[in-house]
């Protein structure tokens, strides 16, 4: 949603996907913020947003395809946006998949800990080494090299640490190693991450991201100023990284 009202905040115009039926948070995340837009007496940016649906087919071949007519549906009424963001599920699915071939780029959030880098890479009983990438990070390189081979351009594939410590730990400059390395390996660019905030849990209700609250919301004044100056520079390297790519 960050990317998304970011995106929107540079001037342009941006459509989004979710394609996380089952949880669809980031469908309710707009639902609040139109909500919300319309308590206002001022306008807030609103993306075109369209949820695609899992299909009850009982076959797999029929429900495949109705997916995928879901989602080129989606894509279709997006074509005069600037941005299309797609959002996926956490977990290995057919729409997860379809969303992973048509992405540009693709941004991979991780929590900061051993255990969620397991997602990317099998490491070593000390957590040291490397011993080769994971199963997620096999489908991506899958996915691009199909892209390949359809003729299209490799995926630009970020990796983004979330929920990161303030403190400088040990664990955490370890993993800022490890991932840095796999990056190298594997393709991927490490962005610098967004730290373990209360305020990206707290701005849901209202669809609202730290951008909009740098704009003083009239009612939204709860934020100390330097927490979400901090927050707003770490949201926008994201944006950077992502707008670097697309302006080369
Ligand atoms: N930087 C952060 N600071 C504080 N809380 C965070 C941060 N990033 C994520 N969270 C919280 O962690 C939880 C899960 O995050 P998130 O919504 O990004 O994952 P998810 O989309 O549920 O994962 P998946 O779709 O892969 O199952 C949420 O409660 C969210 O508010
Ligand atoms: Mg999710």
New binding site residues.
């Given amino acids: 949603m960050h990317l998304i009202v970011g995106l929107m905040k540079q001037g342009h115009s941006v459509g989004c996907i979710d394609l996380?039926p089952r949880?669809a948070?980031l469908t309710h995340y707009v639902q609040n913020r139109v909500r919300y837009a319309a308590t206002l007496d001022h306008a807030l940016e609103l993306p075109r947003h369209w949820l695609v649906e899992v299909s009850d087919e009982a076959d797999r071949s029929m429900a495949r395809d109705e997916e995928t007519r879901g989602l080129a549906a989606a894509i279709e009424g997006m074509q005069d946006r600037d941005y299309i963001v797609i959002?996926?599920?956490?977990?290995d699915t057919f729409l997860s998949r379809l969303g992973h071939v048509v992405a540009d780029t693709l941004i991979t959030?991780l929590?900061d800990s051993f255990l969620d880098l397991d997602v990317l890479v099998r490491l070593d009983a000390d957590g040291r080494n490397i011993l080769g990438p994971s199963a997620y990070s096999r489908t991506v390189l899958a996915r691009a090299a199909r892209r390949r081979a359809l003729g299209g351009p490799a995926p630009d594939w970020i990796v983004m640490r979330?929920?990161?410590a303030h403190l400088d730990s040990h664990n955490r400059r370890d993993l800022e190693r490890i991932l840095t390395d796999l990056g190298h390996r594997i393709g991927f660019r490490l962005a610098p991450g967004?730290?373990?905030?209360?305020?990206?849990?707290e701005l849901?209700t209202r669809g609202l991201t730290v951008f909009d609250v740098a704009d003083s919301l009239a009612p939204w004044r709860r934020l100390s100023r330097s927490s979400h100056a901090a927050a707003r520079r770490e949201v926008q390297a994201l944006l950077d990284m992502v707008a670097a790519v697309h302006s080369d």
């Fill in positions: 996380d949880q948070t959002d996926t599920p956490g977990s959030p929590n979330t929920r990161l967004l730290s373990e905030r209360v305020v990206y849990r849901f």
